[in-house]
C-alpha cells in the first residue's frame, strides 16, 4: 500500500488531471499497480506551482486542499482584457491608459480582506448542470454571481516600465478559497482606469504545502525509471500539519477504527487529526469531550 502526498512544481502547459495520470503512470511503472490518486486544487495549464497529489489514504484529504488557503504570485499586463482574462484567450477590450505606480499602490488597499468578486465566464463552475468555460466556448453569454472572498494578504513585489505609465505588475497574493486571481488582476486594472489580464500565475502554497516540497516532472518520472519512491513521497500526516494531533492508546485506537464514539476526553471542542503511536488513525470531531469520526484511513500499524 501507498499511502501519501507528491508535491509537484506544476509546469507550464500540463494540466492538473495530467499530472495526476503522470503519477499513476509511474507508480505503476515502479511495480505499485492501481493505486488511488487524486489532486488537492486545480491548477490551469498557464500556471505552474504547487499541486497537491494524494495517494491512497491521502486522497481522502484532497477536499481539506480544496478548501484551504492559498498563495500565487502573478502578472497583471495592462492595457488589454481577454475573454479568459490570461494568455489564452482573445483581447476584448483595450486601453490606452497605463497606471501609474502611486496609483497602483493606492488601489491595492481596497482589495485586501474580505471582497465581492465575480469569477471569470471561462471557469468550472456549474450553471444549470453544464460547466460555464463550455457555455462560454460555444459562445453563449455568462453572467456568474459574485461571491464572498477574503485577500488575506497583497503585496506589489515588482513592476516593468516607467513610474507614471507602468506596462505591468506582479504581486503575490494569499487568499480564501473560491479567489480566483484571473478575476482580482481584472478588477486592480479596471480600478485604476484602465484594463488588464494575467501573463503569469504561479501557486506558492496551497495548505500546508509550498514549493519547498515540490518536485519537478523530471524527478517524478525518475521514480518510474527505479528511483524511491520515498525520495519524492510525504506521509499522509503532512496535509495535517494545520490541526492538533490526538494520541490514543491502543483500545481508543481500536474503538475509533471500528467507528465507536469515545466520550470524556479532557480536550477542547474542534477538528483533531487522531493517531497511534505514528500512525494516523482518523480525522476526527471533539464536542463536549465526545470524539467522533469525521474520515477513517486504513492505515496498518507495522508494530501490529
Same mark, same amino acid.
Given at each position: 500500500?501507498?499511502d501519501? =502526498? ?11 488531471? *495530467?499530472g ?5 503512470? #509511474?507508480?505503476r511503472? %515502479?511495480?505499485f ?9 486545480t491548477?490551469?495549464? &498557464?500556471?505552474? $506551482?504547487?499541486?497537491?497529489? $494524494? ?13 484551504a ?13 481577454t475573454?479568459?482574462?490570461?494568455l489564452? $484567450? ?11 505606480l502611486?496609483? &497602483?499602490?493606492s488601489a &491595492?488597499?481596497a ?5 465581492? @468578486?465575480?469569477?471569470p ?6 450553471i ?15 453572467e ?5 472572498v ?24 494569499h ?10 488582476a ?5 480600478a485604476?482606469g ?7 500565475l504561479?501557486?506558492?502554497?496551497? /495548505? ?5 516540497g515540490?518536485?519537478?516532472l523530471?524527478?517524478l #518520472? ?10 519524492v ?5 503532512? /496535509?495535517l500539519?494545520d ?5 490514543l492508546?491502543?483500545? @481508543?485506537?481500536?474503538a475509533?477504527? *471500528? ?13 483533531? =487529526? ?5 500512525v494516523?488513525?482518523?480525522l476526527?470531531?471533539?464536542? $463536549?469531550g465526545?470524539?467522533?469520526v469525521?474520515?477513517g ?5 507495522v %508494530?501490529?
Amino acid at each position: 500500500m501507498v499511502d501519501g =502526498w507528491i508535491i509537484l512544481d506544476k509546469p507550464l502547459g500540463l494540466g492538473s488531471t *495530467q499530472g495526476v495520470a503522470a503519477v499513476k503512470r #509511474n507508480l505503476r511503472q %515502479a511495480g505499485f499497480g492501481k493505486v488511488k490518486v487524486g489532486h488537492g486544487g486545480t491548477l490551469d495549464p &498557464l500556471a505552474t $506551482g504547487v499541486l497537491p497529489i $494524494g495517494i491512497g489514504e491521502a486522497t481522502k484529504l484532497c477536499g481539506r486542499m480544496l478548501d484551504a488557503s492559498k498563495v500565487y504570485a502573478f502578472t497583471v499586463q495592462f492595457g488589454a482584457e481577454t475573454d479568459t482574462l490570461d494568455l489564452e $484567450g482573445r483581447i476584448v477590450t483595450e486601453s490606452p491608459h497605463r497606471p501609474a505606480l502611486s496609483d &497602483l499602490e493606492s488601489a &491595492l488597499g481596497a482589495f485586501r480582506g474580505p471582497i465581492e @468578486q465575480v469569477p471569470p465566464a471561462y471557469s468550472a463552475l456549474m450553471i444549470d448542470g453544464e460547466r460555464a468555460y463550455d457555455l462560454a466556448r460555444a459562445g453563449q453569454v455568462v453572467e456568474l454571481k459574485s461571491r464572498s472572498v477574503t485577500i488575506h494578504t497583497l503585496t506589489l513585489d515588482c513592476t516593468d516600465g516607467p513610474p507614471q505609465a507602468l506596462q505591468s505588475a506582479t504581486l503575490t497574493a494569499h487568499v480564501s478559497k473560491g479567489t480566483y486571481i484571473r478575476s482580482l488582476a481584472r478588477d486592480i486594472a479596471r480600478a485604476l482606469g484602465t484594463v488588464g489580464h494575467v501573463t503569469m500565475l504561479r501557486r506558492l502554497r496551497a /495548505g500546508p504545502f509550498d514549493l519547498s516540497g515540490a518536485i519537478s516532472l523530471d524527478k517524478l #518520472n525518475e521514480v518510474g525509471q527505479g528511483a524511491p519512491l520515498e525520495h519524492v513521497l510525504l506521509p499522509l500526516e503532512a /496535509g495535517l500539519v494545520d490541526i492538533p494531533a490526538l494520541n490514543l492508546d491502543p483500545e @481508543q485506537a481500536r474503538a475509533v477504527r *471500528q467507528g465507536r464514539v469515545l466520550t470524556g476526553l479532557p480536550f477542547d471542542d474542534g477538528l483533531y =487529526w487522531a493517531r497511534a503511536g505514528n500512525v494516523p488513525v482518523a480525522l476526527v470531531e471533539l464536542s $463536549g469531550g465526545s470524539l467522533s469520526v469525521t474520515r477513517g484511513f486504513n492505515i496498518a500499524d507495522v %508494530a501490529e
